[in-house]
Nanobody, 120 residues
Framework: QVQLAESGGGLVLPGGSLTLSCAAS????????MGWYRETPGKERELVAT???????HYSDSVKGRFTITRNNTPNTVTLQMNGLRPEDTAVYYC??????????????WGQGTLVTVSS
């Protein structure tokens, strides 16, 4: 099965930068998309950024111009470069991978989450 390894969370000052990374391993026949989502207590998990197999990207309006998502193959990895961080960016960030396991079966996997805290 597919497993995800997340890293990069931590404490950062407002205006600072942080990079999140997620590596996927296992039986990924073809990748559909990888992305990052975040959630805070009392709020549902929300999209931050995604990138598909053709390198097309999509960002939440709240992070456009500040965050950049990139992806590489072999192994499948996704990186979120976060600049100009604000206290409201504080959340648990989750890596997401959508893929085909074979010609007809698709799957979705979530990481365990990594905490990003933006505070002075």
């Amino acid at each position: 099965q597919v497993q995800l390894a997340e890293s990069g969370g931590g404490l950062v000052l407002p205006g600072g930068s942080l990079t999140l990374s997620c590596a996927a391993s296992g039986n990924i026949f073809r990748l559909i998309a990888m992305g990052w989502y975040r959630e805070t207590p009392g709020k549902e998990r929300e999209l931050v950024a995604t990138i598909n197999s053709g390198q097309a990207t999509h960002y939440s309006d709240s992070v456009k111009g500040r965050f950049t998502i990139t992806r590489n193959n072999t192994p499948n990895t996704v990186t979120l470069q976060m600049n100009g961080l604000r206290p409201e960016d504080t959340a648990v960030y989750y890596c997401n991978v959508r893929y085909y396991g074979d010609f007809v079966t698709h799957g979705e996997v979530w990481g365990q989450g990594t905490l990003v805290t933006v505070s002075s």
